[in-house]
């Protein structure tokens, strides 16, 4: 079974990958270990993909980085401590979570997620090239 569990590490890797909201992805020392490619792009003018490794904390202001340790530490003091919501940016419409990433319980980092708000503008089952 661990096997398999493991196996599934390539379908999560394409489940974040595919997301069109930036996902960064951090371990509890606060390094960014993670970027999807949306978290590239729209994090370019700051480094893009160079930002992996750093520290999340050093890409924030001394107030905003004291309410990340103060989010982690709430995360940390009890397994029902998810998620928390840290702010909207109004001019992309999209509302920013802090989610705990948990094994088995155990806090072992989280990460940054954006849910934009827009309306969808794709067409329904639009596939351009498509046969059907």
Not at 26 to 42: F, G, K, W
Not at 73 to 88: G, K, L, Q, R
Not at 100 to 126: F, P, Q, S, V
Request: charged fraction near 30%; hydrophobic fraction near 30%.
């Amino acid at each position: 079974m661990s096997e398999k569990k493991n196996s599934y590490g390539i379908f999560y890797k394409s489940i974040v990958d595919q997301d069109r909201c930036p996902i960064v992805i951090c371990n509890l020392q606060h390094e960014i270990i993670y970027m999807n490619p949306a978290a590239v792009e729209n994090y370019a003018r700051r480094g893009g993909e160079k930002l992996i490794g750093r520290s999340l904390l050093d890409c924030h202001n001394p107030e905003s980085a004291e309410k990340i340790k103060r989010v982690t530490d709430w995360f940390a003091s009890d397994e029902s401590h998810n998620i928390v919501y840290t702010f909207h940016n109004e001019k992309q419409n999209k509302d920013v979570y802090m989610v705990a990433l948990r094994d088995n319980g155990r806090l072992i980092g989280y990460y940054e997620k954006h849910e934009c708000r827009n309306l969808e503008t794709m067409k329904k089952y639009d596939m351009p090239g498509s046969v059907y």
